[in-house]
């Protein structure tokens, strides 16, 4: 695979013995991924999950140009059109080599949730290609999966309530009035989950766990597809992630970062962008860069290992490419 064996090479030259443990435990992966190819059946559905910076979309890439098929994201950031580089949406040269579907086509502000996605990604799966569903939203992938609940919209007074409160109390209020049942299956230290679950169960009257029990068949069953997470060595990632940072800011992060500062609104869902937050308080001036780049990288460290913790949890039947 030539996206591997290039970037294993240049490791190679720049730092030594260190470097070349972390190529030759890539390429055992670079290799088990090439054994997959070769046996992977070409009509069959192929959904990649995979902590960010581990290879996906190059993988779904290779995939597309053996086998054919249409990459589909499944990232919930790279939906977003304001981030190419900070969100690492495939780049144009890479889109034109195979059909790419559901990147970039939100403008900000937009109104989006997993189930947008669903209905989006539904008539890609009943099209004439076959579909390579691509990302690390642990969210999207289990609802592809496993099927999604048909909970009621929630009222914007609600939503508006919820805010208020997170922002005098904190998530620690809220959580504490959400039912057991589903405070033991949210994330409790992602204070994004504690609201959804506390603003379903006070507009509908029932917890968030409840609707979830009642989940409708899936659009993609495990059975119909081949379902692939990437499980990289921990300490090869976060080298691989903090060399990225510095290179999204070499490449133009900045000034992505920059065309909507003047709309910034950290509570918005286009403005997760992992990074953005910390580059906004270096253009403000409220920090230095490398600072900024520092605590960007940590942020995006920390996001890959709640990626892994969702897909060690839920995602146990998937074929597991591990390195070593």
Not at 43 to 53: E, F, L, N, W
Not at 89 to 101: I, L
Not at 261 to 282: F, N, R, S, T
């Amino acid at each position: 695979m030539e996206e591997f064996d290039g970037r294993f090479n240049r490791r190679r030259r720049e730092s030594g013995i260190g470097a070349r443990l972390h190529v030759r435990a890539a390429l055992r992966m670079a290799v088990t991924s090439l054994d997959l190819l070769e046996n992977i059946d070409p009509k069959q559905p192929v959904v990649i999950a995979g902590p960010t910076a581990s290879g996906k979309s190059a993988l779904a890439l290779r995939l597309a140009e053996r086998h054919g098929g249409v990459i589909v994201n499944a990232d919930a950031l790279q939906v977003w059109s304001a981030w190419r580089i900070l969100s690492a949406r495939p780049a144009a040269a890479e889109e034109a080599r195979a059909p790419h579907r559901l990147y970039g086509h939100l403008a900000p502000g937009a109104d989006y949730s997993v189930g947008h996605w669903l209905r989006e990604v539904a008539p890609l799966l009943e099209g004439p290609d076959r579909p390579i569903i691509v990302g690390g939203t642990g969210l999207y992938l289990s609802a592809l999966t496993e099927g999604l609940a048909e909970i009621p919209p929630v009222p914007g007074s609600v939503r508006a309530e919820a805010d208020a409160r997170l922002a005098a109390e904190g998530p620690e209020a809220l959580l504490a009035e959400i039912d057991a049942e589903t405070a033991a299956r949210i994330d409790q230290r992602n204070p994004a989950r504690i609201q959804r679950a506390w603003e379903v169960g006070r507009a509908t009257g029932r917890g968030l766990a409840e609707w979830q029990d009642g989940t409708g068949a899936p659009l993609l069953p495990l059975g119909r597809a081949t379902a692939i997470v990437l499980d990289t060595d921990r300490d090869w990632l976060a080298d691989r992630i903090d060399r990225r940072l510095d290179a999204m800011v070499r490449d133009g992060a900045l000034a992505e970062v920059r065309a909507v500062l003047a709309d910034w609104d950290p509570k918005a869902l286009w403005a997760k962008a992992i990074g953005a937050p910390e580059l906004v308080a270096y253009l403000r001036g409220e920090t230095p860069l490398e600072e900024a780049v520092r605590a960007a990288q940590a942020s995006s460290r920390q996001y890959a290992k709640r990626q892994r913790s969702w897909f060690r949890g839920r995602m146990r039947g998937w074929t597991w490419l591990r390195p070593g």
